[in-house]
């Protein structure tokens, strides 16, 4: 293997390590627990900025070309650390707003406008994150380890893993736990886990604000990886990629939605690379958005419950519905 | 500003109110009815801006473009339900799986549309017809008829929704679709009906929105579909005359704040005054009854 | 009910699966193709241009492709380079997104190992991805106009168009030259708009210049009235603008529907065809004619060099974006033009195609030496240098100077609304009595 062949393949496995991360965060807030987050992607993007602006230190420095607030340079790994806390603490804000009062069809649109909100505060407001350039020139961390930039590549993918594997050990933790099953029952019947004294509010903001840690340190991961982010990278419908991804993974199913991951902006979003540009220029591109709508379709249709389905631990299919691909995420 | 500015202002804003308001209201209208939030509807009215920009350059007028507009809406949105979303519906799909289905629907047009006409920008000809002074105002003749078209609009939605039977059936089955069925209402014929006039008035504005940007593309109608939603919710989901009010309130909360605190910012306070709203109305300004509905079949 | 449905969805089930198969099977193929590779002795060459084709910098791509295309077209039909007698050009999308780039990036530098130069990256991702070439050591010509790579340490770095900043310094001499007292700056809040608006208004407040009012105005709205109100009431003399075509249009149309539209001059982003285009039909294209000149990186469209690009961008006409006349005098394509010529001169005098030998070759072939030829395009060069003499390359976008940092931030020139005639043109020198 060619070096620079090793290189796309680290590459592709921290953006694997980092896309896993995100189907989990997703599919304990959505899977799991059945919240509407149509803002995903603002959670990993708070992530993101943070471990930036944490990494960077003062907007001075680099002949001070960025502004940004905050700027520190904390050693590692407090960036990351606080990147995921700053995230859950915006999740529980954003939470507090819309899953307190709100209809759940309500809940889904308040959070597509708090996504676009979101977008539009970071580009007007240029001083908050360096507006709509974004930052740039973030240090990657652990930088003076006597690696050579090979090496450092595989200890970026082993840093990776060991951050995957200890959050795996958290959402496992909750997922499997009698926790999981409330948060299953209030996604399957909130009136029933109502009943049985569940605080189906609160049950929701735990698995809203754990989800939303998980995101921003993805987003954490991925800046410190490829050292910019900018509101080019997290754009609404991006959220649709994830949620795709949980979809043909397997909602509710965190070894579903693992492979979900890997097939959907890993392996799919790479084979389009290997298609050389035909037609008008961007043609490519809108093909493979036209593709990623169609899988969404074709899964929701034919397997709803994902390649990989969520076992039934509860309220087995009833005479009627044995055929029926019962959907795990309905809330009725 | 001066004074004659501000009144000229005060005319533009009625233009944006006009789009906004059918847009909004046509949104309002079929989610009230089905339950469905259709994301695609912002792609939609590109779609149908597109449609009228086919009819206008094989040489129509803009009364012909914004009936190819309208009726390309009707239709597309129409078939889109008959054939898609309800077929996902019966199939057993449930509230948030059609939100996913509505937005990937919207994908796939905005990238149909992305690739059959690429990353450019197109502008109908027509003649602007002239200036009109009216009250001080300065409006280029389409302005109005933009105007009129939204006012007639808005004024046959709301005969049919009080005046007619249709519209005394399109109520029930917002209300309660199961009561409804059982009182005799053809419900799925009303749903159809409703789509129809939904995607109707989704497909006028859509080309009276590209008729006042003066250029559009692929993305143009989705860059208008929070606002469009925000209307929506502010209004009350579901509620055609709380969307035509909120689209008045959003139109001058965005211009005041254009005017006293930055341009780039009219988005943010809009959406903010939304959220804020929704902290102690959860129904929106004019809603009512917090229920949540699954989607009827 | 149910019972017909489960049939038709056994077998459409099947058929969503072999839907999908193809997709792996790609990603299988392609990561195969790419751990074998390796260009033999006489293999083709490749130049990468990685840039956005999609996105809302879409237009960049096919721009840097439009001087590519050419320039490989005449190398190979020059003999090519060094043995190797095809020279081709790869495009690698950039998706103008940092997180997509890198990606990109690696892929395209991993799966071509016949990669001798890029064209790009550009401001959406340069910061993200020049390190990544930089470190495989590829050279690039980066189209990017952040004022950060101004001066910048990375070895493999090339720029020969202006950065930013130099755009804003340039409007702002141009604005001072034509006695305006009074200006306003509207820019759309986007990356590309935003670029230039700090050094036009400090330019112009330098120069003597008052700047009565400073917009940055949300994209894509469906109307501008409260912002065109209050640039009414600000009295102008001339107005600065950027923005995506779209949202200009809708400004300017509101404008002129006061009956306030007085001269206004664009940044280089306006005088691409789809800006002209759209702000011609919402003004009027005699009022466009009257009211506007843009800032573009200067080109000659005379001389020799020039015609030389010409007649090879009309040979390969049907290979580039059309309508192939749009790049006639784009000076982007120019410069890219120019860059590929410069790499494919330095390979035959470094006789080397390996990038860290005729590295130092590019600066050295841009430079005036004494005795040196001066040679306008890649067949003349290759001749001279087989003859054993020494070149300057002189291309289609003039003399190129590099600073220290491997810059060469050249003149500008002021354009009307047919995007090419000019109406003014200044050298760096005298933009930077702005700075």
Request: charged share 10%; hydrophobic share 50%; proline share 5%.
């Amino acid at each position: 293997m060619s070096a620079a062949f090793v290189y796309y393949t680290t590459t592709i496995l921290v953006y694997l390590g980092v896309d896993i991360l995100a189907v989990w965060s997703l599919n304990l807030q959505y899977g799991v627990t059945g919240i509407y987050n149509f803002a995903w992607i603002m959670f990993q993007a708070v992530g993101a900025y943070t471990a930036g602006v944490l990494t960077l230190g003062p907007d001075t420095s680099n002949g001070g070309f960025q502004q940004y607030i905050l700027g520190v340079r904390l050693p590692e790994p407090l960036p990351v650390l606080v990147a995921g806390a700053v995230a859950g603490v915006v999740a529980l804000v954003v939470g507090m707003v819309a899953l307190r009062r709100l209809r759940t069809d309500y809940q889904a649109m308040v959070m597509l406008v708090i996504s676009v909100i979101a977008v539009l505060l970071v580009e007007n407001v240029t001083g908050l994150f360096n507006g709509p350039a974004g930052l740039s020139l973030v240090p990657q961390p652990y930088g003076s380890l006597p690696l050579s930039s090979l090496g450092y590549q595989w200890f970026y993918v082993a840093l990776t893993a060991v951050i995957c594997l200890v959050v795996y050990l958290f959402v496992h933790r909750v997922t499997s736990s009698p926790l999981g099953r409330a948060l299953r029952a209030t996604r399957d019947n909130e009136d029933a886990a109502q009943a049985l004294g569940k605080d189906v509010v609160q049950l929701r903001l735990f698995a809203f604000v754990f989800g939303g840690v998980v995101a921003g340190i993805s987003g954490a991961v991925l800046i410190l990886f490829i050292g910019a982010w900018s509101p080019g990278s997290w754009a609404y419908v991006e959220t649709l990629v994830v949620l795709t991804a949980v979809i043909v993974g397997g909602t509710g199913n965190n070894a579903g939605v693992m492979l979900g991951a890997l097939l959907v902006p890993v392996a799919f979003n790479e084979a389009t690379r290997f298609i050389p540009q035909f037609g008008r220029p961007g043609l490519v591109d809108a093909l493979q958005w036209i593709v990623i709508g169609l899988l969404a379709l074709v899964f929701l249709w034919f397997w709803p419950r994902g390649i990989i389905p969520e076992r039934r631990r509860r309220f087995p299919a009833g005479p009627g519905r044995a055929t029926q691909a019962a959907e795990p995420s309905e809330v009725t | 500003m001066t004074g004659s500015l501000f009144v000229q202002s005060i005319g533009f804003g009625l233009v944006t109110a006009s789009i906004l308001a059918l847009a909004s209201v046509g949104f309002t209208l079929q989610f009230g009815v089905s339950n469905i939030l259709n994301l695609a509807y912002g792609d939609l009215m590109t779609a149908s801006a597109f449609a009228g920009y086919a009819v206008n350059q094989a040489g129509g007028s803009i009364a012909e473009s914004l009936v190819a507009g309208a009726g390309f809406g009707a239709l597309a949105s129409a078939l889109l339900n008959r054939y898609l979303y309800r077929r996902f519906v019966r199939h057993g799909t449930k509230l948030f799986g059609m939100v996913v289905v509505t937005l990937a629907v919207g994908i796939i047009v905005q990238n149909i549309l992305l690739a059959a006409y690429g990353a450019t920008f197109f502008s109908y000809s027509f003649s602007t017809g002239g200036q009109v002074h009216i009250l001080g105002m300065v409006l280029d003749k389409f302005q109005l008829v933009i105007i009129a078209v939204s006012v007639a609009a808005m004024a046959a939605v709301q005969l049919l929704l009080t005046r007619t039977r249709l519209g005394k059936a399109m109520r029930a089955t917002a209300a309660n679709p199961g009561l409804a069925q059982a009182s005799g209402i053809g419900t799925e014929q009303v749903t159809d009906l409703a789509w129809l006039m939904s995607g109707a008035l989704c497909g006028l504005a859509g080309v009276v929105l590209v008729l006042n940007t003066s250029a559009f593309q692929s993305t143009t109608g989705n860059d208008f579909l929070v606002v469009i939603v925000a209307a929506a919710m502010l209004g009350g989901v579901g509620r055609p005359t709380g969307a035509m009010l909120a689209s008045v309130v959003l139109g001058v909360v965005t211009e005041v704040a254009a005017r006293f605190i930055t341009p780039s910012f009219k988005e943010v306070i809009a959406f903010g005054v939304l959220v804020v709203v929704l902290l102690f109305r959860p129904t929106g300004i004019f809603g009512q009854g917090a229920t949540v509905k699954e989607v009827p079949t | 009910m149910r019972s017909p449905a489960i049939h038709a969805s056994t077998w459409a089930r099947s058929v969503a699966l072999l839907a999908v198969l193809p997709l792996l099977t790609v990603a299988a193929c392609g990561s195969h193709s790419s751990s074998g590779g390796g260009s033999s002795g006489n293999g083709p060459l490749t130049f990468a241009v990685f840039n956005p084709f999609s996105g809302p910098d879409a237009s960049f791509g096919p721009e840097q492709l439009a001087g590519c295309i050419p320039a490989a077209a005449a190398i190979t039909a020059a003999g090519g380079i060094l043995g190797h007698a095809k020279i081709t050009c790869k495009t690698a999308d950039s998706r103008g997104d940092p997180a997509d780039a890198v990606p990109a990036a690696e892929q395209l530098i991993s799966t071509t190992p016949s990669l001798v130069g890029v064209l790009g990256p550009s401001s959406d991702e340069a910061s993200a991805t020049v390190p990544l070439f930089n470190r495989a050591h590829i050279p690039m010509f980066a189209d990017t106009g952040q004022a950060v790579f101004n001066q910048s340490s990375f070895g493999y770095f090339y720029r020969i168009t202006p950065p930013d900043d130099a755009v804003g310094y340039a409007m702002a001499v141009y604005a001072h030259q034509k006695g305006y007292p009074t200006a306003a700056a509207v820019f759309g809040n986007d990356i590309s708009s935003q670029g230039s608006l700090a050094t036009v208004v400090s330019g112009f407040k330098k120069l003597g210049g008052r700047i009565v009012l400073t917009q940055k105005i949300a994209l894509d709205q469906s109307s501008y009235r409260t912002e065109v109100s209050a640039l009414v009431a600000a009295h102008p003399d001339v107005i600065f603008t950027e923005a995506d075509p779209q949202t200009s249009a809708t400004y300017l149309s509101e404008v002129n529907q006061l009956g306030h539209l007085g001269p206004f001059i664009g940044t280089d982003g306006t005088t691409q065809p789809p800006w002209l285009k759209a702000v011609g039909h919402a003004i009027g294209a005699t009022n466009l004619k009257r009211l506007y000149v843009g800032a573009q990186p200067y080109a000659p469209t005379t001389g020799v060099p020039y015609q030389l690009w010409l007649s090879q961008i009309k040979t390969v006409g049907s290979q580039v974006t059309q309508p192939a006349s749009q790049w006639y005098g784009d000076s982007y394509s120019m410069a890219a033009w120019d860059s590929i010529n410069l790499m494919a001169l330095a390979m035959v005098a470094a006789k080397s195609t390996d990038p860290a030998v005729y590295r130092p070759w590019i600066v050295k072939l841009a430079t005036a030496s004494p005795g040196a030829v001066v040679v306008n395009d890649f067949a003349q060069g290759k001749a001279a240098l087989e003859h054993g003499k020494t070149i300057q390359y002189v291309g289609a976008t003039g003399q190129i100077s590099f600073d220290k940092w491997q810059n060469s931030p050249g003149a500008f020139s002021f354009v009307s609304s047919d995007g090419s005639t000019k109406v003014a043109t200044y050298t760096a020198a005298q933009i930077s009595a702005a700075k």
